[in-house]
């Protein structure tokens, strides 16, 4: 019988093999290590944004700054080793999308502004028109801790404004229309912004021979107009031209089936209401945590029922009621700065009529889909860990928004404490 050949040891292929063993287990534990990153928040109501129902007792992975698991906790496996957060009793909504503010021009105010805002659940802003300068457009799209991403529509485009600053650009002939496009196309802003309002009669509204050429010239640059307007005439005037969404609602009449109509027949113009103050007497004890003292006891002071105020609001309010109803797209926005007018904005959209599951839609996954952003807006798989933690559920009472547990922008939790700090004149030393 042949013996076998004794066992040859070769040393090169013995260490190649250790070293490979060696690698595999380096890299076991590295996966182990990085799993250690992923946090799940548990137990908590999700709002997902969508406009599709609340998940109860959910369970929200987070990885990287992203949602990688959403559902039901049943549905989620948690992984070994993550940082669990326990949600129970809480309800989470997406961050607020505002397409609609203006913001400083300088990085150093901005900054402040932003960190103000996150305060107040804000992780996406539209900078709204007059941005001048380089600043928002450095800004435009950054990611830093705790502070909400931006967007620009630059400069904006209206008729000549005597006596104001000279920030927009001013056209009174067709080919400044053009040429003011085409100088907004270079900036490469999000959106155009036009006004079509001669504010209470202080100046000419730019013209339909104006504002034609504009949406024309932002049409061949693959941009879509907004326009700032008061009228139902004006309104209606836009849809023929081509609008694609107007930055506030019809404010001098009630809105007619004409309107309706046409409005109908541009299935994708988006309404951003920003409605006015509804002329009642509000609590701000709210703010007391970013505001000083005596400003907050000087505004609810100031706050008492306007009989005439609700009047004007009220007009905007049934517009906005009947083009919800009418199925037009409803996206969210505040105009000005002040930080935490999205949740005044919120209730007094429940206020005219829509419901607060509906308002919550607007003012994330909707305002999400007009500003072309696929990556927040919503609590979803693959989308920007962008969320609040509240603690009460906006579903029953809108008001609820305000109760902010916490706010988490790209799954770091905004540090809240620091900001009441510095605005309050608080902050440790």
Known sequence: MRRSRPLQVHVPIVKALFLAT??????????????????????????????????????????????????????????????????????????IVNTHMHLASTRSERTAQLEHMAYYGAGTILSMGLDSGLVAFEMRGETSPGVPRTLTAGRGITSPEPGRSTVPFWVTTETEARTAVQQLATERVDIVKIWVDDRNGQYERLSPALYGPVIDEAHRHGLRVTAHIFGLEDAKSLLRAGIDAFAHGIRDRDIDDELVALWKKRPDVVLVPNLPDPGVAQDYAWLSRTVPREDVARMQEGSTDQPEVQATFAIQARNLARLSREGIRVAFGTDGSVAWSPHLEMEDMVRSGMTPAEVITAATGSSAAFLRMDDVGTVAVGKSADFLVLDANPLDDISATRRIASVYLAGAVVDRAAISGRLTGTLAQ
């Open 22 to 95: 060696t690698a595999l287990l380096l890299a076991a534990c590295a996966g182990s290590e990085q799993g250690l990153a992923v946090t799940a928040f548990e137990g908590a109501r999700v709002i997902p944004g969508d406009g599709s129902a609340a998940i109860e007792d959910a369970v929200l992975l987070v990885e990287n700054g992203r949602f990688t698991a959403v559902g039901e906790r049943s549905s989620v496996d948690v992984p070994r080793g993550a940082t669990r957060v326990d949600l129970t009793g809480k309800t989470v909504m997406p961050a």
